[in-house]
């Protein structure tokens, strides 16, 4: 029997690892930069952590979540998103007392149940930021900023930023009384479990896929038509921020994100690159969440970036990141030169260098074929003559090029090389 990885996921092979180390790396940096400190939560939560969080309704709940029961009887849930563990790590170690703020970024493994397809997985990437505290629209503005950067650092220019706004209570309860007006005649042709949703979460009819649902939402009068003197004013406010922050940015009244958390500020990037399906992350605002989960009222603002989207995006864009590449390859060209190769490659790498060399005692032609194939730039030879005279020859690998230089020189000079 061959096994596979299962349906959905993927291995990350070595030569495409550099790919994701690359965005990890900017992304940290990046966060690091405004502020922002590492959180890394459980693989799995208790599942009503989600089903408090992410609403009933919701298809995360009805039909993505993996959960299980473990030995003690307990319903656990492998994590679909990282916000809502983000929360409960927040008021389990009370992280953010009234009147702080807290800024956390992560990277996280995400887990959902759907039909597979390119740059989307049932186990995918994500990268998050999450600001505890703030009830200031600069923190929504922040948060956008950071995450259009983000996309800009790597190399993506055409990224677009889609905000809305969804208000707050009186606002959504009117819109909803809104929607299910429009498409009153469209659900009396549904079934009783449709209704039954739409009902309970009008507002997960916008965030539907299938064309007759889309098509029954046509002409509907949008949101930002409903919003609270308030909520128009911060809405306004955000659209400044982002201005003067010089991040471009559009807005679009049909962005109105899957989960019932939010409110006010919601945002996607969007790129052009991914045909339909052209969200690279999502976020906004979600104020009523950490009472929802049994804290204390606190404002909130966030985001959720996939990784494997923007792979996908500067795979489209023909943006190639390149590999590490190996400083030397070590050649031992005699049987008692061995020995002295490996404390060679050992002094290069406490020297901050990458080193490598042959660990099966093959030919000299062999392992001048393997420094070829490892990308190193330099090979250094080491042979009886250069044992008897303290010496190692130096063959730069792209120019075909080869030197003479003492033992004790070696790590200066590689160190030296490597910066050109």
Known sequence: ????????????????????????????????????????????????????????????????????????????????????????????????????????????????????????????????????????????????EVTSRFFQEVGIDD????????????????????????????????????????????????????????????????????????????????????????VPFKVDTDIVRGLDYYTETVFEVLSNKLGAQSSVCGGGRYDNLVKEMGGSPTPCVGVGIGVERTLLVLEAAGLEIPEDRLDVFVVSAAPDAEAEVLAIARDLRSAGLSAMSDLDARSLKSQLRQADKSGARFALILGTDELEKGVVQVRDLAQGTQTEIPRSEIASHFKDRAKD
């Open 1 to 144: 029997m061959r096994f596979q990885a299962p349906r959905g996921t993927q291995d990350v092979l070595p030569t495409q690892s550099h790919r994701w180390r690359f965005l990890e790396d900017t992304f940290a940096t990046l966060a690091s930069r405004y502020g922002y400190k590492e959180l890394r939560t459980p693989t799995f939560e208790d599942t009503d952590v989600f089903l408090r969080t992410a609403g009933e309704t919701s298809d995360i709940v009805t039909k993505e979540m993996y959960t299980f029961t473990d030995k003690g009887d307990r319903s656990l849930t492998l994590k679909p998103e990282g916000t809502a563990p983000a929360m409960r790590s927040v008021l389990e170690h009370s992280l953010c007392p009234q009147g702080s703020i807290l800024r956390m970024w992560y990277a996280i493994p995400i887990f959902r149940y759907g039909r597979p397809q390119k740059g989307r997985y049932r186990e995918a990437h994500q990268f998050g930021l999450e600001v505890v505290g703030s009830g200031a629209v600069t923190a929504d503005a922040e948060v956008i």
């Open 159 to 246: 990224c677009a930023v889609h905000i809305n706004s969804l208000g707050r209570a009186e606002c959504r309860s009117r819109f909803q009384e809104a929607i299910l007006n429009h498409v009153a005649t469209f659900l009396t042709d549904q079934t009783e479990e449709v209704k039954a949703k739409a009902h309970k979460n009008p507002l997960g009819l916008l965030d539907s896929k299938d064309p007759a649902t889309q098509e029954a939402l046509k002409g509907l009068v949008p949101i930002l038509q409903y919003l609270e003197p308030e909520s128009k004013a911060r809405f306004e406010q955000l659209q400044q921020l982002l201005t003067d922050a010089s």
